[in-house]
């Protein structure tokens, strides 16, 4: 299973658009790169996943270069109630072989 | 998508006693996973939990110690047996929806325990 490697934290004001890099050097061919948000005392819970290029949904886009070496998870004009820790990960996401390994995450701490 | 509620959503337990939490799907799901977390800390796969199958446990993590039901394609049980302080932590429970064009992981609230 590739690697992840995120910032620790972020800190960021409202209305700000913010981004945040993941390197995961080791991704494999079948590998799907997927983003999870979890706040206090609650579960993960998925954003967004995409293989290449840019995928966009309502609530974040996501940024992966043609080598795949890296991922950017961006989430506009954020609000006091994004605070949360984001996680990068990568796996197979063919059915019989997807297990979701967790990295350390981002924590971002967003300020009025 | 799936709505996922665990019981209990906390308990405090002693030094050598089990404790069983159960995982509770409102639609039918192959895969799902044990994980552990403590507080501040990232999520720690415990296993994979498949129905009809032996859960998979991954490295540091054994049968003996969290055995695993999966009577069904809703419904799961995680036992932490002979508890120790260091098994104070959040258990989450877990369920794989495969779509058309992602997979995505469903999580329960957790189940926070305390072994004193």
């Known amino acids: 299973l590739a690697k992840t490697t995120q910032p620790i934290s972020m800190d960021s004001y409202e209305g700000q658009e913010v981004n945040i890099t993941c390197s995961h050097n080791?991704?494999?061919?079948?590998?799907?790169i997927t983003w999870y948000q979890q706040f206090p005392s609650q579960g993960p819970r998925f954003i967004i996943q995409g293989y290449k290029t840019k995928v966009t949904n309502e609530v974040a886009s996501l940024f992966i270069p043609a080598d795949r070496k890296s991922s950017t998870l961006s989430l506009p004009r954020v609000s006091l109630s994004d605070t949360a820790v984001y996680y990068c990960?990568?796996?197979?996401?063919?059915?019989?072989?997807?297990?979701?390994?967790f990295g350390a995450g981002t924590r971002l701490f967003v300020k009025a | 998508s799936a709505v996922i509620s665990q019981k209990p959503s906390r308990d405090i337990c002693q030094r050598g006693t089990s404790l069983t939490i159960q995982c509770q799907v409102d639609s039918q799901v192959t895969m799902m996973f044990w994980y552990r977390q403590q507080p501040g800390q990232s999520l720690t796969l415990i296993a994979t939990?498949?129905?009809?199958?032996?859960?998979?446990?991954e490295s540091g993590f054994v049968i003996d110690k969290f055995p695993i039901s999966r009577p069904n394609l809703t419904f799961s049980t995680l036992t932490v047996s002979n508890m120790s302080p260091e098994d104070s932590s959040i258990y989450l429970c877990?369920?794989?929806?495969?779509?058309?064009?992602?997979?995505?992981?469903?999580f329960g609230p957790g189940t926070r325990l305390t072994v004193l």
């Open positions: 939990a498949n129905q009809g199958s032996e859960a998979t446990y």
């Open positions: 080791n991704i494999a061919t079948n590998d799907y």
């Open positions: 877990s369920v794989l929806y495969s779509g058309s064009s992602y997979n995505e992981q469903f």
């Open positions: 990960l990568v796996g197979d996401r063919r059915t019989g072989g997807f297990k979701t390994i």
